[in-house]
């Protein structure tokens, strides 16, 4: 049953009818096949680290033989919510950005919840450049059995000093021309997930030009040349396929047809890809921070502290006011920004997507360190999931431009201008 359009609705379209039985929809989901699992999901995750000397080049598709995980993307297939992204005729949805916003909210509220529903990053990124750039034979060869769930793919563009990190003009992997074809020479890391995948989006130089001088080539793992030097070791424990892979390549012979899009066109595909994506992970984010809050309240109402519940201290309470003030304004952030990309302006979108990403990501990391502070040594021990969730949440900060990046880049588009703050 369709559920009554609350009053004010046509004020807030994400608050529609429609919009509302998706999220109980994804939420139903979450609880009843995520969450309750997040146990044997982690116990099996961390059991295949032991394991990846004997993975195949990423041809395990995107379950990486977790059997847990494989048995609930199938629950996710059969229920109508693979790919939800994706349109119709790849199997998903064809959800708009305030879909996106609902759906993968709910979806954050689990660090698995996105796998299962197969639109975890970097595929759920990848997918789409690939859709909106990616000619027919592209399509065909790489988005079909990425949207199936057969193979995984990595987005590689930072590289170690010197060369590019939050500053693409450092971009020193070269694809240099080599008769029809391109020669592909470089280093890159932190390439989510490239030790497994089957594709990698590599970004290289074809020219010394500062904007139009990088491309965007689809490189097969398997191809010669191609070398995984190393996944790096980080604050985090290894998770699904979130894996910072080292790659060298050497010499890889490349096609015309293996470019993705125009030549030169790299940077500008990249931040047609890299706007939204910083959307999804807020949305992500701040699904996770709603219910590191709900576990607090439930403790913060029974855990009994100088003759009262912490509940009664005004400190926890400021603790517990400036999350949920934070998950308030970081859902509205979200959702503006989703309309101003749904609406085609993407140069205010731009702008308004750094102050989200920079925003939420701080607002994260804040809520889950007062979810520690809140619990106490119970909070810091592995009994819960905060300390873990936290290191996986310190690089929100760093990931998809690092909060200093953004925060100049919001300074520069006001003082040109372009921001109005008042609207």
């Given at each position: 049953?369709?559920?009554?359009?609350?009053?004010?609705?046509?004020?807030?379209?994400?608050?529609?009818?429609?919009?509302?039985?998706?999220?109980?929809?994804?939420?139903?989901?979450?609880?009843?096949e995520?969450?309750?699992?997040?146990?044997?999901?982690?116990?099996?995750?961390?059991?295949?680290?032991?394991?990846?000397?004997?993975?195949?080049?990423?041809?395990n598709?995107?379950?990486?033989?977790?059997?847990?995980?494989?048995?609930?993307?199938?629950?996710?297939?059969?229920?109508?919510?693979?790919?939800?992204?994706?349109?119709?005729?790849?199997?998903g949805?064809?959800?708009?950005?305030?879909?996106?916003c609902?759906?993968?909210?709910?979806?954050?509220?689990?660090?698995?919840?996105?796998?299962?529903?197969?639109c975890d990053?970097?595929?759920?990124?990848?997918?789409?450049l690939?859709?909106?750039?990616?000619?027919?034979?592209?399509?065909?060869?790489?988005?079909?059995?990425?949207?199936?769930?057969?193979?995984?793919?990595?987005?590689?563009?930072?590289?170690?000093?010197?060369?590019?990190?939050?500053?693409?003009r450092n971009l020193?992997?070269?694809?240099?021309?080599?008769g029809?074809?391109?020669?592909?020479?470089?280093h890159?890391?932190?390439?989510?997930?490239?030790?497994?995948?089957?594709?990698?989006?590599?970004?290289?130089?074809?020219?010394?030009?500062?904007?139009?001088?990088?491309?965007?080539?689809?490189?097969?793992?398997?191809?010669?040349?191609?070398?995984h030097?190393?996944?790096?070791?980080?604050?985090?424990?290894?998770?699904?396929?979130?894996?910072?892979?080292?790659?060298?390549?050497?010499?890889?012979?490349l096609?015309?047809a293996d470019?993705?899009?125009?030549?030169?066109?790299?940077?500008?595909l990249?931040?047609?890809?890299?706007?939204?994506?910083?959307?999804?992970?807020?949305?992500r984010?701040?699904?996770?921070g709603?219910r590191?809050?709900?576990?607090?309240?439930?403790?913060?109402?029974t855990?009994?502290?100088?003759?009262?519940?912490?509940?009664?201290?005004?400190?926890?309470?400021?603790?517990?006011?400036?999350?949920?003030?934070?998950?308030?304004?970081?859902?509205?952030m979200?959702?503006?920004?989703?309309?101003?990309?749904?609406?085609?302006?993407?140069?205010?979108?731009?702008?308004?997507?750094?102050?989200?990403?920079?925003?939420?990501?701080?607002?994260?990391?804040q809520?889950?360190?007062?979810?520690i502070?809140m619990?106490?040594?119970?909070?810091?021990?592995?009994?819960?999931?905060?300390?873990?969730?936290?290191?996986?949440a310190?690089?929100?900060?760093?990931?998809?431009?690092?909060?200093?990046?953004h925060?100049?880049?919001?300074?520069?588009?006001?003082?040109?201008?372009?921001?109005?703050?008042?609207?």
């Amino acid at each position: 049953m369709t559920p009554p359009t609350p009053r004010g609705a046509e004020r807030r379209p994400w608050r529609t009818p429609a919009l509302q039985a998706l999220q109980a929809e994804v939420r139903a989901f979450v609880d009843s096949e995520v969450i309750p699992h997040e146990a044997q999901l982690r116990r099996e995750d961390l059991a295949s680290e032991a394991r990846a000397a004997d993975v195949a080049l990423g041809r395990n598709g995107a379950d990486h033989g977790l059997p847990t995980l494989a048995r609930i993307q199938r629950a996710a297939r059969d229920a109508g919510l693979w790919t939800p992204h994706l349109p119709a005729a790849w199997g998903g949805r064809g959800l708009d950005g305030l879909g996106m916003c609902i759906a993968f909210r709910e979806m954050g509220r689990s660090p698995y919840g996105a796998a299962a529903f197969h639109c975890d990053a970097p595929d759920q990124g990848n997918m789409d450049l690939l859709l909106r750039r990616g000619d027919p034979e592209q399509r065909d060869r790489w988005l079909r059995p990425l949207a199936e769930g057969a193979i995984t793919s990595a987005f590689c563009m930072t590289e170690p000093a010197p060369g590019a990190g939050a500053d693409p003009r450092n971009l020193r992997t070269a694809a240099s021309r080599d008769g029809d074809g391109y020669r592909l020479d470089g280093h890159k890391w932190y390439a989510t997930g490239g030790g497994r995948a089957s594709l990698l989006l590599v970004m290289a130089r074809t020219s010394d030009d500062p904007v139009r001088g990088a491309s965007i080539f689809l490189v097969p793992r398997d191809r010669d040349g191609v070398e995984h030097v190393r996944d790096v070791t980080t604050m985090a424990e290894p998770m699904l396929s979130h894996r910072e892979a080292e790659l060298r390549f050497h010499g890889v012979r490349l096609d015309a047809a293996d470019r993705l899009g125009l030549e030169g066109e790299g940077f500008a595909l990249a931040q047609t890809r890299l706007v939204p994506a910083r959307l999804t992970h807020c949305m992500r984010w701040l699904g996770l921070g709603a219910r590191a809050l709900a576990l607090c309240h439930d403790h913060v109402l029974t855990r009994q502290s100088f003759g009262q519940p912490l509940a009664s201290h005004q400190l926890v309470q400021q603790m517990l006011a400036s999350a949920a003030t934070a998950l308030h304004a970081g859902n509205l952030m979200t959702l503006d920004c989703a309309l101003q990309l749904e609406g085609g302006d993407e140069r205010g979108a731009r702008a308004a997507s750094s102050m989200t990403k920079t925003f939420v990501a701080r607002a994260l990391c804040q809520i889950l360190d007062d979810a520690i502070q809140m619990h106490g040594s119970l909070g810091y021990s592995d009994d819960l999931p905060f300390a873990r969730w936290s290191r996986f949440a310190r690089a929100a900060r760093i990931a998809d431009g690092p909060d200093e990046v953004h925060v100049a880049t919001v300074a520069r588009d006001l003082l040109a201008g372009r921001i109005e703050t008042l609207r």
